[in-house]
């Protein structure tokens, strides 16, 4: 069974500060990682697609990286619509199912 | 603009059965496969259940195989998610999703909440 492992669980951050999010496939995943994030009270949001795309109208500020087991959501300047919870999910061409993470809440210091 | 929105959700108890819809608008329905994904409260997602664009295939979470059953209606433009056998722990808000490429879920409804409870 393929687990997705997300750390930290909860990140404690200061607006404008550089933020790194990691998410651990427990089998090679290749490329087929996405990254959500969502607010309270609202359905998530794609962010990046293949590990490292950004989706439309996603800014410029989200980037992610990795390939295989290992990949890292980064957002280079937090602004304070970012404190949410962000989370990694995989997707196997075939069969299409799919695996999220438990998801990292980014908080204010 | 794509729009997705969910409706079907309520309070049943458990072992009934309940239906939940999903409308879809803004892009052609028929050509692309459709995902159900829920949130137990104060929880994480979960991805439940995949539809192929012509509806003949259909793949399962192993939490609802067997219980659940995922279909649409392409002349309407409808996603369905027959849940029935309903638990306790099936408590959750259900999204209806469209994927971008494959499996990143590019769309979301706003999601219908789905109360098992005696």
């Known amino acids: 069974e393929l687990v997705m492992t997300q750390s930290p669980a909860t990140l404690p951050v200061s607006p404008g500060e550089r933020v790194t999010l990691s998410c651990r496939a427990s089998?090679?995943?290749?490329?087929?990682l996405a990254w959500y994030q969502q607010r309270p009270g609202q359905a998530p949001r794609l962010l990046i697609y293949a590990a490292s795309t950004r989706a439309t109208g996603i800014p410029a500020r989200f980037s992610g990286s990795g390939s295989g087991t290992e990949f890292t959501l980064t957002i280079s300047s937090l602004r304070s619509e970012d404190f949410a919870v962000y989370y990694c999910q995989q997707y196997n061409d075939w069969p299409p199912t799919i695996t999220f993470g438990q998801g990292t809440r980014l908080e204010i210091k | 603009q794509v729009q997705l929105v969910e409706s079907g959700g309520g309070v049943v108890q458990p072992g009934r059965s309940l239906r939940l819809s999903c409308a879809a608008s803004g892009f052609t329905f028929s050509r692309d496969a459709m995902h159900w994904v829920r949130q137990a409260p104060g929880k994480g997602l979960e991805w439940l259940a995949i539809i192929s664009y012509d509806g003949n295939k259909k793949y399962y979470a192993d939490s609802v195989k067997g219980r659940f059953t995922i279909s649409r209606d392409s002349s309407n433009n409808t996603l369905y998610l027959q849940m029935n056998s309903l638990r306790f722990e099936d408590t959750a808000v259900y999204y209806c999703a469209r994927p971008l490429i494959v499996g990143a879920l590019a769309s979301w409804g706003q999601g219908t909440l789905v109360t098992v409870s005696s």
């Open positions: 089998q090679s995943v290749n490329n087929n």
